[in-house]
Each structure stands twice: as C-alpha cells, then as structure tokens.
C-alpha cells in the first residue's frame, strides 16, 4: 500500500516510510482524517495506522510490517498526494 524506503538505522533496525497510497486510478490525493497510532507506539502488520479521506470514503490504512511508528510526517487534515510519505516506522 504505498512505496516503501528503507535506511539503515543500526544493527537490526531499519526505518521505513509508508507513503499516502493510491486506492484508484483516479485518486491524486488523499485527507489523513486521523492517526490510529501516536508516535512511539509499536505498529503489527495489518493493524490499522492511520484514516484517509477520498471521494467522501474513509479508509482505514494498515501497516505494512511490525515495528515503532517514529514519526508523523503529515498532520490531521493534511491534503497528502499520493506516493508522498506520511510516517516513518522503525522496524527490525
């Protein structure tokens, strides 16, 4: 759901960032509505992150993998473009 990038960060941690995903073919963007997660909290994969508005839709968006969501890179209600990175998750 989104690009991912990676940088290594220590021995066995890496971070990861997780973009604004595109849900259609026409979606160009997307309103974060709300952050499931506060940063410093550990992050399943498949658990839901954070919500975004499209064409009046809420979507619920997973983590993609387990770790630490380290940073919030986008506000509540920040119109974010697709493929932009919104959070930055710690991972080992």
């Known amino acids: 759901v989104g ?3 990676y ?3 220590g021995k066995n941690t ?3 960032k997780t973009n604004m995903p595109k ?3 026409d979606m160009e963007s997307g309103i974060l509505c709300a952050w499931l997660k ?3 909290e550990p992050v399943t994969a498949g658990e839901p992150l954070f919500e975004i ?3 009046k839709v ?3 968006i997973e983590a993609t993998e387990s770790g630490v969501l380290k940073q919030q890179l ?3 209600g920040d119109l974010v473009a697709v493929n932009t990175a919104v959070a930055v998750l710690e991972v080992v």
């Open 3 to 5: 690009i991912t990038r």
């Open 7 to 9: 940088r290594k960060k």
């Open 14 to 16: 890496m971070e990861k």
């Open 23 to 25: 849900l259609g073919p």
């Open 38 to 40: 506060e940063e410093g």
């Open 53 to 55: 508005e499209t064409n």
């Open 58 to 60: 809420v979507n619920q």
């Open 74 to 76: 986008a506000e509540e």
